[in-house]
């Protein structure tokens, strides 16, 4: 089970789906008055992809020393290290673009984001998309980690948004879940879950929550980074 720190940081600072929106990070550190001293930060995944400043974010990640869970986009970005990469072929923005602007250190980094982060002094777990209720966390398949949005009318858990309620709404419990990947249905505040993509990329906010008091705070977008939430 991976911890984000052995120390008890007076603050745990959770963050939404970055998606590479470098200044409004920026923005949101500055505005909860963020410090290693004082502050533990995580943040829920999806660092990269749709947004203008990708490397940028995972260099400011590590440089600060912040803690992050791996997000599905993080994991796509993954699969492309050490292919040779066209940069003058691929698509902007693309993943294999991005590829192309990384630095050993930013490998190295994003190669060892776990799949949850169990903050035990705070009963929270982070993780990027979800939890299936009534698995145990050591049991959760790396696919709905990275990418459940909802659980079907049948008891399933599904990636489609359309296939059943918000898997939060259906979690008991007893540890606080923070997530993020569901930009379409955005900012979810429920019992035991609390959902924090706010949809930053898409001319949303970027949006933490700042725990034990479980605070909301975000920043507006400058602009819309992409057009679609899916």
């Not at 982060?117 to 990275?146: E, K, N």
């Not at 659980?151 to 879940?177: F, M």
């Not at 993020?180 to 706010?198: C, E, I, K, M």
């Amino acid at each position: 089970m991976s911890r984000a720190s052995e120390r008890s940081p007076t603050r745990t600072i959770v963050i939404g789906d970055v998606h590479g929106c470098l200044s409004e990070l920026e923005a949101l550190l500055a505005l909860v008055e963020a410090t290693p001293q004082t502050d533990r930060i995580v943040l829920v995944g999806d660092l990269v992809a749709k947004g203008p400043d990708s490397q940028g974010v995972i260099q400011l990640c590590r440089e600060r020393g912040l803690h992050a869970v791996l997000g599905n986009h993080d994991a796509k970005l993954l699969s492309l290290e050490g292919e040779a990469t066209k940069t003058s072929e691929a698509p902007t923005g693309s993943h294999a673009q991005i590829a192309s602007t990384l630095c050993q250190a930013d490998w190295d980094y994003l190669r060892a984001l776990p799949l949850w982060v169990h903050v035990s002094d705070m009963q929270t777990i982070v993780v990027h998309a979800g939890l299936v209720p009534g698995l145990p966390l050591d049991q959760q398949p790396r696919r709905f980690l990275l990418n459940l949005r909802s659980i079907t009318p049948d008891g399933q858990p599904s990636k489609r948004i359309e296939d059943g309620v918000p898997w939060a709404q259906l979690w008991t419990g007893p540890q606080h879940v923070v997530f993020g990947h569901d930009a379409v249905r955005g900012l979810q505040q429920h019992p035991f879950a609390t959902g924090l993509d706010s949809g930053c990329v898409y001319g949303g906010a970027l949006t933490a929550l700042i725990l034990p008091e479980r605070k909301l705070v975000s920043v507006p977008a400058r602009r819309a980074y992409a057009n679609t939430r899916i």
